[in-house]
């Protein structure tokens, strides 16, 4: 696939996951050190977050441009296997040690703001559709709503900021989003080459670098975002709503 790093609209698959993994990489620092761990001990666990990262960047985007996830014949799929291990990558992160430390810590408007993220890269995934990378299902032209999650998070993050609408908001909000995230997954398995639900709009897109990391690092930071945002609404109390 012949793709141009200059447009800002491609660049974008670039710049967000990598956005979104120097935020995991502070996070993990910031939480560390506000449950009490040394500098040394949170700059120890910044790192091993890092390394881990960056390896698993690294590999997906070496398994794109292979061409291991466009074997739609084998069973099961590579594209199947990458996104259960999608799934329980983001599971391990929400519920090991750096999600228990973020729910714990970090206050729930800033965990709602990160998925702010969803806004521009739904922007970025409608210009695909445009250019004829992208099948139209995928895009807010189509079946995917999830734009709306990218916007409401703004809004709801700022509401909760201001202590208006409470946990309560928190809550709504976090179920819509990751229902319309569910949503566009399926959507996006439906239009694969192994079921053809589209007819000839077939997702194969995502198996191609940069825009591997659509699923590799994006859906996985959607997912594990929500299931920490729900460990941190079972908190009895929450950090007050600042952050270092």
């Known amino acids: 696939m012949d793709v141009r790093y200059s447009d ?3 660049a974008a698959f670039v710049l ?5 993994a120097v935020a995991l990489v502070w996070g993990t620092g910031v939480a560390w050190r ?5 500098d040394a001990e949170a700059a120890r666990a910044s790192l091993a977050v890092g390394a881990a990262t960056a390896a698993w960047m690294a590999a997906t985007w070496l398994a794109a441009r292979s061409g291991i996830l466009r074997l739609w014949d084998r069973t099961p ?12 990558l983001a599971a391990l992160l929400a519920f090991g040690g750096v999600g228990r430390r973020l729910a714990l810590v970090v206050p729930l408007w800033a965990l709602v703001a990160v998925q702010g993220f969803r806004l521009p890269l739904e922007l970025a995934m409608h210009a695909m559709y445009e250019r004829g990378i992208m099948p139209v299902e995928m895009s807010f032209s189509g079946r ?22 409470g946990r309560r908001l928190v809550a709504a909000w976090n179920v819509l989003g990751l229902a319309l995230l569910a949503n566009v997954v399926v959507v996006a398995l439906l239009g694969t080459p192994r079921f053809r639900y589209f007819g000839d709009h077939l997702n194969v897109w995502v198996t191609y670098p940069p825009f591997v990391w659509l699923p590799a690092v994006m859906v996985l930071a959607a997912l594990a975002g929500h299931l920490v945002i729900f460990s941190a609404l079972r908190q009895p109390c929450r950090s007050p709503p600042s952050l270092p």
């Open 144 to 165: 995917n709503f999830d734009v709306v999650t990218g916007a409401s998070a703004l809004v709801v993050a700022a509401l909760a900021f201001a202590g208006c609408g």
């Open 16 to 20: 967000i996951p990598l956005l979104l």
């Open 34 to 38: 506000r449950s009490g761990a040394s």
């Open 77 to 88: 799929p590579p594209f199947g296997v990458l996104l259960l291990t999608i799934v329980g």
């Open 8 to 10: 800002p609209a491609v």
